[in-house]
């Protein structure tokens, strides 16, 4: 079965500075990843996804995450933090067809950036 | 605009009541998903539809029920309503069975009184 964790609920970061949101799997099939990001009273957008290949994977509004095996981790970063970041983010992970398709979330990540 | 259309936007029913969310995918896609979020239990995957046909099954309660109608919108139908069923309902689409990340319509906000 797959799981996603993500550690901690809230993050608070200083404009311009470094954006960390951890993300940790599990699955018993290589997974397709995915982070989302919600704006208040909005629905879900996709940032970036990682399916095979390339581990580094660059997302819109200067995000990235980088896929490692071994640690079962998908981290998403943003060098430097805008006031417009304030969301929150979820991570999902997928076994793919041979689990419908279904994404299974973590709990979601609040960010709060300060002036 | 995802491309994701979902109506009502907002629904206050009592207890005991059914009511019906509507979605229609964005053009050319033929999965449709529902998601139930809540502050408890979170994000939760509840159904999947693809051309008309169901794909795989949740954590969707018996007194749910859903369908994709031959024009691929789909209803989400939730009967004998109870306070715990208050949630944000969101629908999702792709263009297949695929898994390249759903697009998301803006949700359903649903509160049983």
């Known amino acids: 079965a797959q799981s996603v964790t993500q550690l901690g609920s809230h993050v608070s970061v200083s404009e311009g500075a470094l954006v960390l949101l951890r993300c940790n799997y599990s699955s018993s099939v290589p997974p397709y990843l995915f982070w989302y990001v919600q704006y208040p009273n909005q629905g879900l957008q996709l940032l970036l996804k990682y399916t095979t290949g390339a581990t580094l994977v660059k997302g819109i509004n200067g995000f990235e995450a980088e896929f490692k095996k071994s640690e079962t981790s998908f981290h998403l970063t943003k060098p430097s933090a805008h006031m417009s970041d304030a969301a929150e983010y979820f991570c999902?992970?997928?076994?793919?067809?041979?689990?419908?398709?279904?994404?299974?979330f973590g709990g979601g990540t609040r960010v709060l950036v300060k002036p | 605009d995802s491309g994701v259309t979902q109506t009502p936007k907002h629904l206050i029913t009592a207890t005991g009541q059914r009511v019906t969310l509507r979605c229609s995918p964005r053009?050319?896609?033929?999965?449709v998903y529902w998601y139930q979020q809540s502050l408890d239990q979170g994000l939760q995957f509840l159904i999947q539809y693809y051309n008309g046909e169901e794909r795989a099954k949740g954590n969707i309660l018996e007194r749910f029920s859903a369908q994709q109608f031959p024009d691929l919108h789909s209803e989400l139908n939730l009967s004998s309503l109870e306070l715990g069923d208050s949630a944000l309902y969101f629908c999702a689409s792709s263009i297949g069975t695929a898994n390249v990340g759903y697009t998301f319509g803006s949700g359903t906000r649903l509160t049983v009184v």
């Open positions: 999902a992970v997928s076994e793919g067809k041979a689990a419908g398709n279904k994404l299974t």
């Open positions: 053009s050319g896609d033929l999965s």
